[in-house]
T-cell receptor, first 114, second 116 residues
């Protein structure tokens, strides 16, 4: 899992509640990503950021929000608008420059809606 | 649009036997292909990638992958499987860069079970 940390490891949310998942990296990577993993569906991209103060919606951004105020941090907020948030959430980062650089992943946060 | 397919949900192999996990892709332009492994309740670990050059790519933990342009495949292989290789394996392809951004498209994953 390298120099990428995610917290908490497990998170429980009540209906109608917003929660924020933390992702921090000390790899000096420019680009950061959030994925959602559901059984049998692989990874789906929620948001990604190429540089500080810039981010783009991925394939399933509805009900999620992000910020990128610092290079090392890319928190993800799961809002009450996300109707089915129970999933495993993975953060990744990649160096900038050449587009062929590898993405490295954090250990993940498992979110469960009660 | 770029896509990647892993045709097998699960692969079962006896310990000591060779293993193959299949991946096929569809891209416009040159393919950039990756393999990752995921152990239970963990993040993905990078195994290897193909960008250009030799069709046989060697990676971590004794794994290798063979790029075959004519068959649009990038199968993951290992000569002798270990029980500890049991995990979920993902193939990924780089999406067409847009506006300076690039991202990966992942297959659905293949569960590898190595039996003693």
């Amino acid at each position: 899992d390298g120099g990428i940390t995610q917290s908490p490891k497990y998170l429980f949310r009540k209906e109608g509640q917003n929660v924020t998942l933390s992702c921090e990296q000390n790899l000096n990577h420019d680009a950061m990503y959030w994925y959602r993993q559901d059984p049998g569906q692989g990874l789906r991209l929620i948001y990604y950021s190429q540089i500080v103060n810039d981010f783009q919606k991925g394939d399933i951004a509805e009900g999620y929000s992000v910020s990128r105020e610092k290079k090392e941090s890319f928190p993800l907020t799961v809002t009450s608008a996300q109707k089915n948030p129970t999933a495993f959430y993975l953060c990744a980062s990649r160096t900038g420059g050449t587009s062929t650089d590898t993405q490295y992943f954090g250990p993940g946060t498992r979110l469960t809606v009660l | 649009a770029q896509s990647v397919a892993q045709p097998e949900d699960q692969v079962n192999v006896a310990e000591g036997n060779p293993l193959t996990v299949k991946c096929t892709y569809s891209v416009s332009g040159n393919p950039y292909l990756f393999w990752y492994v995921q152990y239970p309740n963990r993040g993905l670990q990078f195994l290897l990638k193909y960008i250009t050059g030799d069709n046989l790519v060697k990676g971590s933990y004794g794994f290798e992958a063979e790029f075959n342009k004519s068959q649009t495949s990038f199968h993951l292989k290992k000569p002798s499987a270990l029980v500890s290789d049991s995990a979920l394996y993902f193939c990924a392809v780089r999406d067409t860069p847009s506006g300076g951004y690039n991202k990966l498209i992942f297959g659905a994953g293949t569960r590898l079970a190595v039996h003693p």
